[in-house]
């Protein structure tokens, strides 16, 4: 008992000394200088989403809404999505499309395509459905603030050439498309 006490006694002695030590410096600097990772800083989770997102030139926000937002060589290009399901040779199905932006010169070509129909180019996108064999891929575009009565025609670029797409619907806010290979989508909107 009494090398109880004594080991008891000293516990308290030691756990009862106050102990000083100088803050780290060096930790401070490092927690008040360190900059966030960029891809933090612009939006990302993590930096295989901001490369999965450069690679599709896309911005974190268009990345994780599978959106385009904004394409460059568009002027006022309207904001588009994948707005519901797809169907794949007629059967509904759990797959998601792919957006990306497409390049400059895409972009120039499909703005010329919606002069030459007598409209003007909603937005150009570039669509592919990983993983999918199919003949007809029937997808649903969200289409940011269309007009329900709005005149709606889409081409696709297939091999340097713009080809016509059916338009299966087009509505408030949505255009539905029967696509027949993966590749840039116009929408141009018809007066």
């Given at each position: 008992?009494?090398?109880?006490?004594?080991?008891?006694?000293?516990?308290?002695?030691?756990?009862?000394?106050?102990?000083?030590?100088?803050?780290?410096?060096?930790?401070?600097?490092?927690?008040?200088?360190?900059?966030?990772?960029?891809?933090?800083?612009?939006?990302?989770?993590?930096?295989?989403?901001?490369?999965?997102?450069?690679?599709?030139?896309?911005?974190?926000?268009?990345?994780?809404?599978?959106?385009?937002?904004?394409?460059?060589?568009?002027?006022?290009?309207?904001?588009?999505?994948?707005?519901?399901?797809?169907?794949?040779?007629?059967?509904?199905?759990?797959?998601?499309?792919?957006?990306?932006?497409?390049?400059?010169?895409?972009?120039?070509?499909?703005?010329?395509?919606?002069?030459?129909?007598?409209g003007?180019?909603?937005?150009?996108?570039?669509?592919?459905?990983?993983?999918?064999?199919?003949?007809?891929?029937?997808?649903?575009?969200?289409?940011?603030?269309?007009?329900?009565?709005?005149?709606?025609?889409a081409?696709?670029?297939?091999?340097?050439?713009?080809?016509?797409?059916?338009?299966?619907?087009?509505?408030?806010?949505?255009?539905?498309?029967?696509?027949?290979?993966?590749?840039?989508?116009?929408?141009v909107?018809?007066?």
């Amino acid at each position: 008992m009494k090398k109880f006490m004594a080991l008891f006694a000293t516990s308290v002695l030691f756990a009862s000394m106050t102990v000083s030590a100088a803050g780290s410096p060096s930790a401070a600097v490092v927690a008040s200088t360190a900059a966030p990772a960029s891809y933090v800083s612009e939006g990302f989770s993590d930096a295989g989403a901001a490369k999965a997102a450069a690679e599709r030139g896309m911005s974190a926000g268009e990345y994780y809404n599978n959106a385009i937002v904004a394409t460059p060589g568009v002027p006022n290009a309207v904001p588009m999505g994948q707005g519901g399901k797809i169907l794949i040779n007629g059967v509904p199905t759990n797959l998601t499309a792919s957006l990306s932006k497409v390049n400059s010169a895409v972009a120039s070509s499909a703005v010329a395509q919606a002069a030459g129909l007598g409209g003007s180019l909603l937005n150009v996108v570039n669509v592919t459905f990983p993983g999918a064999n199919y003949s007809v891929a029937t997808i649903n575009f969200y289409v940011k603030g269309l007009a329900g009565d709005a005149k709606v025609a889409a081409r696709q670029y297939v091999n340097g050439v713009w080809v016509e797409v059916e338009v299966v619907e087009a509505r408030a806010d949505h255009v539905v498309l029967n696509l027949k290979s993966s590749g840039p989508v116009a929408l141009v909107a018809l007066p």
